[in-house]
């Protein structure tokens, strides 16, 4: 079974500029997360899809950050404009639901100089 | 609010002891509890699941206990090795997972 694909893996960019990151979750999964990671920290959510629809978008901050996912598949996160303190690495994962077990992709590192 | 702890942040041992690392949350109101194991640069893999009605659960050189009245669990690695040097992160799942800081642990030969 492949797991949990994304990309890029790096990126690096200035500040004010916009990128996008894609992820496709492991087939047949309903329920789409992504995840902050700043250095040393713990992941924190930024947004939750259940099929196409978003559950928890809460902490995502919504003048900058954008996510869709499209026909309840693929997701991309977009960053428009990007600040330095976005710097960090955004991990995208996927589950059967909301209570099950959550598995991650490799994740891509962002760095904003 | 949801708020989880590791400790310690940082261990280093040599090969061979066993080891036990910890994880307290503030809410029990939880669905079940993850641990993690991250490497430098990489994604999250998944060790164990423990559901809110269990008591623990075992793979391999693997141990974690969860006590969800009293806000604990515990993750114990059997006759440790360089190779599990990685970060541990634990989870609790209130419909979104909350993460701890993290576990950095170093096994020397």
Do not use: M
């Given at each position: 079974?492949?797991?949990?694909?994304?990309?890029?893996?790096?990126?690096i960019?200035?500040?004010?500029?916009?990128?996008?990151?894609?992820?496709?979750?492991i087939?047949?999964?309903?329920?789409?997360?992504?995840?902050?990671?700043?250095?040393?920290q713990?992941?924190?959510?930024?947004?939750?899809?259940?099929?196409?629809g978003?559950?928890?978008d809460?902490?995502l901050?919504?003048?900058?950050?954008?996510?869709?996912?499209l026909?309840?598949?693929?997701?991309?996160?977009k960053?428009?404009?990007a600040?330095?303190?976005d710097?960090?690495v955004?991990?995208?994962a996927?589950?059967?639901g909301?209570?099950?077990?959550?598995?991650?992709?490799?994740?891509?590192?962002l760095?904003?100089? | 609010?949801q708020?989880?702890t590791?400790?310690p942040?940082a261990?280093?041992?040599?090969?061979?002891?066993n080891l036990?690392?910890?994880c307290?949350?503030?809410?029990?109101?939880?669905?079940?509890l993850?641990w993690f194991?991250?490497?430098p640069?990489?994604?999250l893999?998944?060790?164990?699941?423990?559901?809110s009605?269990?008591?623990?659960?075992?793979s391999g050189?693997?141990?974690a206990?969860l006590?969800?009245?009293?806000?604990?669990?515990t993750l114990?690695?059997a006759?440790?090795?360089?190779?599990?040097?990685?970060?541990?992160?634990c989870?609790?799942?209130t419909d979104?997972?909350?993460?701890?800081?993290?576990?950095?642990?170093?096994?020397?030969?």
């Amino acid at each position: 079974e492949a797991g949990v694909a994304q990309s890029p893996r790096y990126k690096i960019i200035e500040k004010r500029q916009s990128v996008a990151f894609w992820c496709n979750p492991i087939s047949g999964h309903a329920t789409l997360y992504w995840y902050q990671q700043i250095l040393g920290q713990g992941p924190k959510l930024l947004i939750q899809f259940q099929n196409n629809g978003v559950v928890d978008d809460s902490q995502l901050p919504k003048d900058r950050f954008s996510a869709e996912r499209l026909k309840g598949v693929d997701s991309t996160l977009k960053i428009q404009p990007a600040k330095l303190e976005d710097s960090a690495v955004y991990l995208c994962a996927s589950s059967s639901g909301t209570v099950y077990e959550q598995y991650f992709g490799p994740g891509t590192r962002l760095t904003v100089t | 609010k949801q708020e989880v702890t590791q400790i310690p942040a940082a261990l280093s041992v040599p090969e061979g002891e066993n080891l036990v690392l910890n994880c307290s949350f503030t809410d029990s109101a939880i669905y079940n509890l993850q641990w993690f194991r991250q490497d430098p640069g990489k994604g999250l893999t998944s060790l164990l699941l423990i559901q809110s009605s269990q008591r623990e659960q075992t793979s391999g050189r693997l141990n974690a206990s969860l006590d969800k009245s009293s806000g604990r669990s515990t993750l114990y690695i059997a006759a440790s090795q360089p190779g599990d040097s990685a970060t541990y992160l634990c989870a609790v799942n209130t419909d979104k997972l909350i993460f701890g800081t993290g576990t950095r642990l170093q096994v020397f030969p």
